[in-house]
């Protein structure tokens, strides 16, 4: 925007001013453009009120009419506060007005999505850092204007960048998964009892806990290796009560593969899960850094039954149950990204459907 290029340019001189371009008096930027904005309201007057004179078509749409308006106010206006700050250290000598492009704004953002559709926070920060460091290692690779050892100083220390800090973040995960566990080991073993209420209010959710329950089961093994562990977690079909339906879905979906859990495995999930969907209720924990961490802290206040032998109780309890906070929170991550999906899509469908409404409409006014 600092810089200048032929014909691009406006000054402090030629903004309010006759300046002389080309060796051609013409009148100053800013005026040009009110002026533009005056004849785009002539132009739609005549359109609406012909009098004497044939109806022609618009030569824009309105959308677009609209589009120019906002685009060359916004243009003026932000001039003016580049050449005339408050602050007068940031003032600018010119601007190029042509550099205020969507479109390069729009490659930016169709590389971003090229690399990752739908990105995250992090993750939109991770591709903007290398696109930062490929951008000018292309130009190097270029031979451009610079010595050859810049372009290897330059990837080495971005290569030693990352190296050092995965480690680093490695290790502080590992740390905060550590003491996440133990604190919340200390508080549930308070908090053992011998007997948990059954829920029969939500059927189907009862129906996906006790098959999201074996899944755990079936993938997470060595959690299980001791026999006496095995044996409070895992069960046959035929032994679970006659009255106990909660593993209809996964009696409809097995041949003989899938891993029936117990009831005390069951309803120790189903206490849980009952905290993480109220945690879920508020929208508010999608905005929120540690949202994990306070999940976990409302976990350790629940009542469960004492799963596992004594030995390995300590240790396998409390990641089975950071394990299934983890599948919870994938499922929330999933279900809100194909709600903002669908509303981003509905958006789309209703603005496609106006703007073809108001073509249509303006044929037709054109052909009256």
């Known amino acids: ?13 030629n903004w309010n001013n006759l300046v002389e371009m080309e060796g051609k008096v013409t009148k100053g930027k800013k005026s040009v453009l009110e ?3 005056k004849i785009i309201e002539l132009t739609e007057e005549c359109h609406r009120n012909p009098g004497k004179r044939p109806i022609i078509a618009a030569f824009a749409s309105d959308t677009t009419l609209d589009g120019w308006r906002l685009s060359i106010r916004s243009t003026i206006d932000l001039t003016e506060e580049l050449l005339n700050p408050k602050n007068p250290l940031e003032k600018y000598d010119f601007v190029l007005t042509a550099k205020w492009n969507q479109e ?6 169709g590389r971003i999505r090229s690399v990752d559709t739908h990105p995250t926070a992090a993750s939109f920060l991770h591709i903007i850092r290398m696109m930062s460091l490929y951008t000018p290692a292309k130009i190097l690779l270029r031979n451009a204007n610079v010595e050859n050892d810049d ?16 480690p680093d973040n490695a290790k502080a995960a590992t740390d905060l998964r550590v003491a996440m566990k133990d604190d919340l080991m200390e508080e549930l073993g308070k908090r053992y009892v011998n007997e948990l209420p059954l829920s029969k209010e939500d059927r189907i959710g009862n129906f996906l806990i006790y098959d999201v329950a074996g899944y755990m089961v079936k993938t997470r093994e060595n959690l299980f290796e001791c026999e006496a562990c095995r044996q409070t977690v895992i069960t046959k079909e035929a032994d679970l009560p006659s009255d106990f339906d909660a593993d209809a879905y996964t009696r409809a979906r097995t041949k003989g593969g899938l891993v029936f859990v117990t009831l005390s495995m069951y309803q120790t999930l189903c206490a849980i899960e009952k905290v993480v969907s ?21 976990v350790k206040l629940t009542n469960v039954l004492p799963l596992f032998c004594d030995t390995h109780r300590h240790c396998n309890m409390g990641t089975l149950i950071m394990e299934y906070v983890k599948v919870r929170y994938y499922f929330e991550s999933k279900r809100l990204k194909d709600v903002l999906l669908s509303k981003e899509q509905t958006t789309v469908q209703a603005s496609f459907k106006l703007a073809k409404n108001a073509h249509t409409r303006n044929l037709i006014q054109s052909n009256t």
């Not at 925007?1 to 001189?13: A, L, Y």
Request: proline share 0%; net charge positive.
């Open 1 to 13: 925007m600092n810089g200048r290029h032929k014909g691009e340019s406006i000054n402090g001189n």
């Open 278 to 298: 109220n945690h879920f209720k508020s929208l508010n924990h999608i905005y929120i850094t540690d949202t994990f961490q306070e999940c976990i802290a409302k």
């Open 35 to 37: 002026d533009m904005l």
């Open 151 to 166: 372009h290897i100083r330059v990837l080495v220390d971005f290569k030693e960048c990352l190296i050092k800090k995965f």
């Open 104 to 109: 390069a704004l729009e490659m930016t953002f």
